[in-house]
């Protein structure tokens, strides 16, 4: 591939049915995109030019970026342009979480990424991984270039912890008999660990107040946890079209979330094996598996667990409610609420 400047390929925005639902969440963000955007770019020259071509495809196919939003909202301190410091730290969560998708996809053997093909379908999963292990690294080399090593030692931890809850996730798969407690360790960390790390990095670079900064941390693990079971129901009420992604990847795999786990738990031991069985050998279909989930109520419980999960996010910031920042973040509870409820979940 000729050595052609990344500056020549605009990041463009992404196209999809839930771009337009997301385009208020985003709107007082546009500048701070806009700069987000361009320093994704200028990283791709810092790649070997044999691998340039595959950051670009990467970072063209990008997603809503929650996570650097919740960096922007956490750092929020009046209209003024984003400092240079949250710019790159938006960009470090989101490099951090494009690496995990990568990665994933690979895990899933998902086809369907933003409504584009996955990197791994495109250039194989060899490649595939390895340049998710190379956006760890960058992500990496961008959080040692802070005066201290807090903002390092804090993605690097992070880093590890969602690795870790792959892993876990991975260990399980098939296991009819996880407990909710273990479903919730693993959320916290493949998810939730991300949203919290954004949150804390944009309050600690825009204040340096510990205060705000934990309670924008708690804010953020619990969204990310809302944000997962959200993902989870979608998994079963969405549709590829709409989500860009491929669904069903996780009870394909035997990797069994929330609205399975909960129906699991419903039933005898030797009912719930046969039902992993059924599932495992492709016997039930997931509309049929989607219309006994509502039979037994499941929908409702994973509506009042995702509510929950946002009350908590929303109450971790109570005693910031008048300020900007917590007005933006508060705008993303309110995002995820509207998405689940477009949902054809009940």
């Not at 094996?273 to 509309?287: D, I, R, V």
Request: glycine content about 6%; hydrophobic content about 40%.
């Amino acid at each position: 591939m000729p050595d052609t400047p990344a500056t020549n390929h605009p990041i463009p925005p992404r196209q999809t049915a839930r771009t337009r639902a997301s385009d208020a969440l985003l709107e007082p963000l546009q500048a701070h995109i806009r700069q987000l955007d361009a320093f994704l770019l200028a990283q791709v020259n810092e790649f070997e030019p044999a691998v340039r071509h595959l950051v670009t495809y990467t970072l063209t196919h990008h997603g809503k970026r929650l996570r650097p939003a919740l960096v922007f909202y956490a750092g929020w301190t009046d209209n003024s342009p984003p400092q240079p410091e949250l710019v790159r730290a938006a960009a470090i969560v989101e490099l951090v979480h494009l690496a995990t998708l990568i990665h994933d996809d690979i895990l899933d053997n998902a086809g369907l990424r933003h409504n584009t093909p996955t990197l791994a379908t495109r250039h194989g999963p060899h490649t595939a991984v390895l340049l998710g292990d190379a956006l760890f690294a960058h992500a990496l080399t961008l959080a040692a270039s802070y005066p201290t090593t807090d903002i390092c030692h804090h993605v690097a931890t992070t880093t590890r912890q969602v690795c870790s809850g792959e892993i876990h996730q991975n260990a399980e798969s098939g296991n009819t008999r996880l407990t909710l407690g273990q479903y919730y360790r693993i959320i916290r960390l493949k998810t939730a660990e991300l949203f919290e790390l954004s949150c804390r990095l944009g309050a600690h670079l825009a204040t340096n107040d510990p205060a705000y900064t934990d309670a924008c941390a708690r804010h953020g693990r619990h969204l990310g946890t809302a944000y997962q079971i959200l993902d989870d129901i979608t998994d079963f009420a969405g549709n590829e079209t709409g989500t860009g992604k491929t669904l069903g990847t996780d009870l394909a795999n035997g990797k069994y979330t929330l609205p399975v786990l909960l129906h699991l738990g419903q039933l005898p031991a030797s009912d719930a094996t046969a039902l992993g069985n059924a599932l495992a050998q492709g016997t039930m279909t997931p509309a049929q598996l989607a219309q006994r989930l509502s039979t037994a109520g499941i929908p409702a419980q994973c509506q009042r667990i995702f509510h929950e999960e946002i009350t908590h996010a929303q109450n971790a910031l109570a005693p910031y409610a008048a300020t900007p920042a917590a007005a933006h973040l508060h705008s993303l509870t309110l995002y995820l609420h509207e998405q689940l409820h477009r949902l054809d979940f009940a």
